[in-house]
């Protein structure tokens, strides 16, 4: 397929040959033809994909018809809004659409927090069709009346997951009630996972779905996310999880026998209905369990990496890592057993502070950075984190994944301040 299949005008064409694109990639082929058909979309995909001009190229073909070279600001409202949770991936973004708009007279603008508010007023006072924002200024700038929302178009949501990380969903949900209810929603995520479905289910309206993430292994398939928790409460937040959510057929895993058994016992004396299988319960015992897991007797079956070896546990909803294993490898191996063909798996691992070398080498091994999140009501406590940012054996929760995708509350705080 090429970029001329996908139905963009002559400018946009021409900015494409300019940018040396000459195919579209799978995400821009799949997205495109569905926002240019003005439904809502749901896109995996990360950065790196070509996602930005997934959605940028379509939409600029959409607003052409509301390009005009009018000095009133008037006849430029803000018909495209696009939300992005970092000032590098806004002003990234911005540019992208000033390359592919370039042979169109369509206003761009960008705003991001940090900076004074003044030039940035006085642009979007003069109009503008496009203005990609991070949540948090937005707000100031709409609170203070230098921007009207009231004729958008379209919304997008870039890099949904990492904006929930940061805490944002309060600003969009204030931003999504700025704007009219009749209107296209693009949602871009690097992960699906419940959170980014939750918010999906809530904004989109009978979404068309896009999924490009790389399949490299079985544990792509598997939605993965971490959840940062003191070891202490460890317990406490599986039991929540399970309960809040519902869930049910959870594989549980733990390092140790000693753990499991323990664990299982704790869950059932909360009337979280839980069995162990490990090493030091007989074949017979440990069949017994698993009958009682798979019947739906008990909700939670918690497991030893050894001990589920070698058992018929496959196709599972949900599979929780208690603590992540001591080899990587054992990552693959438990999160394997969740995902039911054609169905999405999905894998929790609760990590404590002290499991930063091990959540390095899972995050090695896939060579991605699993997405890190905290519960409300089950933050780490920032007295146990202080020290450990101090440089105890280097083990900073904000330096566990390497990259700006893991974050902890230890860095989330500045960098949500820094986004505003
Ligand atoms: P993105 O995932 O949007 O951050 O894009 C990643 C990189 O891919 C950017 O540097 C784009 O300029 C580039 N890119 C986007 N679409 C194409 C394409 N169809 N062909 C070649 N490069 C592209």
Known sequence: MSFDDLGLSPELLRAVTDEGYTTPTPVQEQSIPIVLAGDDLMARAQTGTGKTAAFALPILQRLKAHANTSFSPAR???????????????????RSFRAYGRHLPLRIAVVYGGVPMPPQEKQLLGGIEILVATPGRLLDHAGSRTVNLGQVEVLVLDEADRMLDMGFIEDIRRII????????????????????????????????????????????????????????????????????????????FT???HMAARLASWLDRVRVDATAIHGDRSQADREKALEQFKSGEVRVLVATDVAARGL?????????????????????????????AGMTGHAISLVSLDEEEQLRNVNKL???????R??????????????????RGGSTAGSRSGTSRGRSSASRAPRTAAAR
């Open 76 to 94: 430029h409202p803000v018909r495209a809004l696009i939300v992005t949770p970092t000032r590098e991936l806004a002003v990234q973004v911005e």
């Open 177 to 252: 009630a700025l704007l009219p209810s009749k209107r296209q929603n693009l949602l871009f995520s690097a992960t699906f996972d419940p959170e980014v479905r939750a918010l999906a289910h809530s904004l989109l309206h009978d979404p068309r779905q896009v999924d490009v993430a790389p399949k490299v292994s079985a544990a792509e398939s598997v939605e993965q996310v971490v959840y940062l928790v003191d070891a202490d409460r460890k317990r406490d937040l599986l039991a929540h999880l399970v309960r809040s959510r519902d869930l049910r057929q959870v594989l549980v």
């Open 255 to 257: 390092r140790t026998k």
């Open 312 to 340: 018929d546990i496959e196709g599972l909803p949900q599979v929780v890592n208690f603590e992540l294993p001591y080899h990587a490898q054992d990552y693959v191996h438990r999160i394997g057993r969740t995902g039911r």
């Open 366 to 372: 896939l060579k991605r950075d699993l997405p890190i």
């Open 374 to 391: 905290q519960v409300r009501g089950f933050e780490l406590d920032p007295r146990a984190t202080a020290p450990a940012r101090s440089g």
